[in-house]
């Protein structure tokens, strides 16, 4: 079992800690020490409730997150085998693994692990959804704006990221895809 609750909950181990700690000490104590774990009690238990609604308000965090776990073991895999062979590390070996993980073996993502289909496809999802990410920035702006998301993504390397951003699609929607593109340009995935 993968104990990094903060790819499933949003929120890590030490809040968890905390707030069970204070409530214990809450029950316990009948002193005005008590009243004082209220504080970081009500503090991090906000925290707790914030950060859980911001990981489940987009549906493109739970896929992200569940692919990255498989990405994350993956990738370790190749590492300490490229250790072992006493070889460069190939990022294609573990997206391939992801690949078939999230699609099957024969699956037509696999093509987006090329380096012009992967463009093609995110500049596609800019032209179909130009309003996502437009949405903050000023309107005598989106020239500007294009230029420079296609500069990011001709200068983009292959990552994880277009396999999970294909899996956004076909779970829920392309326009969702796009919001994960848009917020990976933004870097506030996590």
């Known amino acids: 079992m993968d104990l990094r609750i903060s790819w499933y909950m949003g929120f890590g181990w030490m809040s968890v800690v905390i707030v069970v700690l204070c409530g214990i000490g809450i029950n316990l104590t009948r002193t005005p020490i008590s009243w004082l774990l209220y504080l970081p009690f009500l503090v991090v238990a906000l925290y707790m409730t914030v950060r859980f609604r911001l990981f489940t308000q987009h549906p493109w965090r739970r896929a992200h997150a569940r692919a990255m776990l498989f990405y994350a073991k993956f990738a370790e895999q190749e590492h300490d085998a490229a250790k072992h062979e006493k070889r460069a590390y190939n990022i294609k070996t573990p997206c391939r693994q992801l690949c078939e993980e999230l699609f099957g073996s024969n699956h037509s993502a696999l093509e ?3 380096d012009q289909p992967r463009k093609n496809y995110y500049q596609a999802l800019v032209k179909d959804f130009s309003d996502i990410f437009l949405k ?3 309107k005598e702006q989106p020239k500007t704006v294009f230029d420079k998301i296609n500069e ?3 200068s983009s390397d ?3 990221d277009i396999l999970i ?3 956004i ?3 829920y929607s392309r326009k969702e895809a796009a919001t994960y593109l ?3 340009m933004l870097g506030t995935v996590r």
């Open 112 to 114: 987006l692990l090329e």
């Open 136 to 138: 903050s920035f000023a």
């Open 152 to 154: 990011d993504i001709e």
């Open 158 to 160: 292959l990552g994880p």
């Open 165 to 167: 951003a294909r899996n």
């Open 169 to 171: 699609e076909l779970r």
């Open 182 to 184: 848009q917020s990976l």
